[in-house]
């Protein structure tokens, strides 16, 4: 384990790129963001997407939750519960979305677990888990 008690830039870059993905459902952003061995627990089903096709099942089933969703922008509070062994590290970062379902504005909270694998020079998410903890329209 390393003195470091956050992700760097880098270790966030993936994290990034899955909520940009979430606001724009462009595919493009996905590139290079998962490891072939992802494990995902989402609040869509069938919930827990994992197996060499994983990553292709969970952006097409967020397409589908995504119906009726616009707008859509996280904010993300400093990480919890960081910690790292060699080319893994694992944090907790507590998230806001915003954004309209039907055109109602809303807001969700939850948190958002993350495993990450430093991959060549990058870091790749090898698994996430999502929880909603509040949600209310605005």
């Given at each position: 384990?390393?003195?470091?008690?956050?992700?760097?830039?880098?270790?966030?870059?993936?994290?990034?790129?899955?909520?940009?993905?979430?606001?724009t459902?462009?595919?493009?952003?996905?590139?290079?963001?998962?490891?072939?061995?992802?494990?995902?627990?989402?609040?869509?089903?069938?919930?827990?997407?994992?197996g060499?096709?994983?990553?292709?099942?969970?952006?097409?089933?967020?397409?589908?939750?995504?119906?009726?969703l616009?707008?859509?922008?996280a904010a993300?509070?400093?990480?919890?519960?960081?910690?790292r062994?060699?080319?893994?590290?694992?944090?907790?970062?507590?998230?806001?979305?915003?954004?309209?379902t039907?055109?109602?504005?809303?807001?969700?909270?939850?948190?958002?677990?993350?495993?990450?694998?430093?991959?060549?020079?990058?870091?790749?998410?090898?698994?996430?888990?999502?929880?909603?903890?509040?949600?209310?329209?605005?």
């Amino acid at each position: 384990m390393t003195a470091s008690s956050a992700p760097d830039a880098a270790m966030m870059a993936p994290v990034h790129a899955i909520a940009s993905f979430m606001a724009t459902l462009d595919d493009a952003k996905l590139a290079q963001v998962f490891t072939d061995d992802i494990v995902i627990v989402e609040n869509f089903a069938p919930y827990v997407f994992r197996g060499a096709d994983a990553a292709l099942r969970w952006r097409d089933g967020f397409r589908g939750h995504a119906d009726g969703l616009s707008g859509l922008v996280a904010a993300f509070g400093p990480a919890r519960d960081f910690s790292r062994s060699g080319d893994t590290v694992y944090f907790v970062l507590p998230t806001v979305w915003t954004g309209k379902t039907n055109q109602k504005a809303f807001e969700e909270e939850g948190g958002w677990a993350f495993v990450l694998r430093r991959e060549g020079t990058g870091w790749r998410v090898a698994s996430y888990a999502w929880a909603v903890t509040a949600f209310r329209l605005v």
